[in-house]
């Protein structure tokens, strides 16, 4: 299977530095619209401002739908401190530490970007001491500190920064001479770039899906309602594209391609689950099944908005979900190949 390892790859950097805060999605929404298009794929939006990109197969009457995706964690400015430090709401989940001390951008009502960082209100232990300087993350000492010339509100509310706008996280996008792949919003960024590598693959070797197959592109998973009922209603099967938590308990590896059995809101089909199992040893595709403690995906999303489908989900395994992210290149390419092999079965 001749895929282009290279470009996944460079579609994933693409896509993560343009920044995709559940809400604030519409940018990198438009940039995937081009790319499909320039695929050969028919596009659409959604009233709710996701996208979905068809490719033909050789059925029509009964259709496929993979979904990846577009929204990220991030934050929301909550709060305009008398010294000219931002309180902030996160989107979506994560641990207040995980992205202390990140570098990071306000992005106001007009699109410009103020940078900054993220701090600890009690960061200098030479002022506050260690205890306070080990004392808890959440959110009241955990803050937005602006790299301009500031000292009051008023200075900030001059910068055009006001409650609501958003903040966003320097992605820090890395891949090692080993093959690891290190970034914040590798979830669900490396899936956005998989479907991409996938649609290139028929494409370029003028093939046929077995089935039409819809690429969904959500904009609020992470808020917990990425799909609704704009998923294609010729859609038998739905399989939705996201990371595989990796550590203690759970079977999932950052070399293989996960198949999610059960997550925090549902078991998944049981018989869709077997086929992609099927398919990954039939394949020789490296691939493990896991069962998820805090974890939903597009599918059980759908599944509990009223979804009437079968449903699976899988994705590459990564290593500290929601906070600074790792996965390996192997991971992506089995995840691609049993895209490919399902999209291609009967």
Not at 53 to 64: K, S
Request: glycine share 6%; net charge negative.
């Amino acid at each position: 299977m001749n895929l282009d390892l290279v470009n996944t790859l460079e579609m994933m950097k693409k896509y993560l530095n343009i920044p995709s805060p559940g809400g604030y999605t519409l940018n990198a929404i438009i940039e995937a619209k081009k790319d499909f298009e320039a695929l050969g794929l028919s596009v659409h939006f959604t009233k709710k401002g996701a996208l979905i990109a068809t490719l033909r197969g050789e059925i029509d009457d009964e259709q496929l739908t993979i979904s990846a995706h577009m929204d990220t964690l991030g934050a929301m400015v909550k709060e305009i401190l008398p010294n000219g430090y931002l309180r902030y709401h996160k989107i979506g989940g994560g641990a207040w530490a995980s992205i202390e001390g990140e570098n990071c951008y306000v992005i106001n009502n007009k699109g410009e970007k103020i940078r900054g960082s993220i701090t600890f209100k009690y960061a200098a232990s030479h002022i506050y001491g260690q205890e306070k300087a080990n004392s808890e993350r959440n959110e009241n000492t955990m803050l937005v500190r602006l790299d301009e010339k500031i000292s009051s509100k008023e200075d900030v509310l001059k910068l055009g920064i006001n409650v609501g706008d958003f903040v966003v996280m320097d992605p820090r996008f890395e891949v090692t001479p080993s093959g690891f792949i290190k970034s914040r919003y590798i979830d669900d960024k490396s899936a956005i770039a998989m479907v991409l590598e996938i649609c290139r693959y028929f494409k370029d070797n003028n093939i046929m899906p077995k089935y039409t197959t819809n690429f969904y592109i959500s904009n609020f998973e992470e808020m917990g309602h990425g799909l609704s009922s704009a998923i294609p209603e010729k859609t038998k099967e739905l399989v939705a594209i996201d990371i595989a938590p990796v550590g203690e308990a759970q079977t999932s590896s950052e070399y293989s391609v996960s198949i999610a059995a059960k997550d925090r809101k549902s078991v998944y089909d049981f018989y869709l689950r077997n086929k992609l199992v099927q398919i990954a040893e039939n394949s020789g595709i490296d691939y493990a099944v896991d069962v998820f403690n805090s974890y939903s995906s597009d599918a059980t999303q759908a599944i509990l908005w009223g979804a009437d489908l079968k449903f699976a989900c899988l994705g590459p395994g990564v290593s500290a979900t929601h906070h600074y992210e790792r996965t390996h290149i192997t991971a992506l390419e089995n995840t691609i190949k049993l895209l490919i092999k399902y999209m291609l079965a009967k």
